[in-house]
């Protein structure tokens, strides 16, 4: 069935950077957006972009400008995120999840198992 | 950003109770709203798109309705399984938003 696997569990220092991977299986790659969304322990969902893996273009929310990046591989059908100056606030599960679109409307279905990603000195 | 309200932040209920979960638009999304189930530990999970439209595979006792900004989620018969966060979530625009979620307990 359509599923998202992503990386695993990633300890890293703080100002430095993580590179999180999902790769999409069971459905062309190129026909649907893939979202970016994390979760900090105890806390709510939060968006954080969007990439459209045929064309490769993104839109990311103001609280991730300049310091995220999302790009894709199409040869191996996997999305990246990359988030920069990382700090203690980033420690979060970080998710990707695919877009349905039908009509006018959107909703995320399947997501990816999460990688938590801990910053700590 | 649009701000999304749920409540109550926390519910706690029997088994075979019906359930009934609020989220509030601070602005008209018209029916551009998504309900979500989180276990401990687990990704979300869809239950509802588009306001009232059930994912395949969801039990039929769930359920959604509203339009513009006030939403329900509602569970009929309550199980044990049932036990989970649910979230409220706009498709409006970006950025997505989310409701702070509602904890259900038995």
């Known amino acids: 069935q359509v599923q998202l696997v992503q990386s695993g569990a990633e300890v890293k220092k703080p100002g430095a950077s993580v590179k999180v991977s999902c790769k999409a299986d069971a459905y062309t790659f190129t026909s649907s957006y893939i979202h970016w969304l994390r979760q900090a322990p105890g806390q709510g969902l939060e968006w954080m972009g969007i990439i459209k893996p045929s ?15 999302m790009t894709r591989d199409t040869s191996t059908s996997i999305v990246y995120m990359e988030l ?21 409307m959107s909703w995320f279905d399947p997501w990816g198992q999460g990688t938590l990603v801990t910053v700590s000195s | 950003d649009i701000q999304m309200t749920q409540s109550p932040s926390s519910l706690s209920a029997s088994v075979g109770d019906r359930v009934t979960i609020t989220c509030r638009a601070g602005h008209p999304i018209t029916n551009y709203l998504n309900w979500y189930q989180q276990k401990p530990g687990k990704a979300p999970k869809l239950l509802i798109y588009a306001a009232s439209s059930l994912q395949s595979g969801v039990p039929s006792r769930f359920s959604g309705s509203g339009s513009g900004t006030d ?31 509602t904890k259900l307990e038995i």
């Open chain 1, 84 to 104: 920069n100056s990382l700090r203690s606030q980033d420690t979060a599960v970080y998710y990707c999840a695919k877009e349905v679109v039908v009509g006018a």
């Open chain 1, 55 to 69: 064309a490769g273009t993104t839109s990311y929310a103001q609280k991730f400008q300049g310091r995220v990046t």
């Open chain 2, 71 to 101: 939403f329900t989620l509602t569970i009929s018969s309550l199980q044990p399984e049932d036990i989970a966060t649910y979230y409220c979530q706009q498709s409006y625009n970006t950025p997505y938003t989310f409701g702070q979620g």
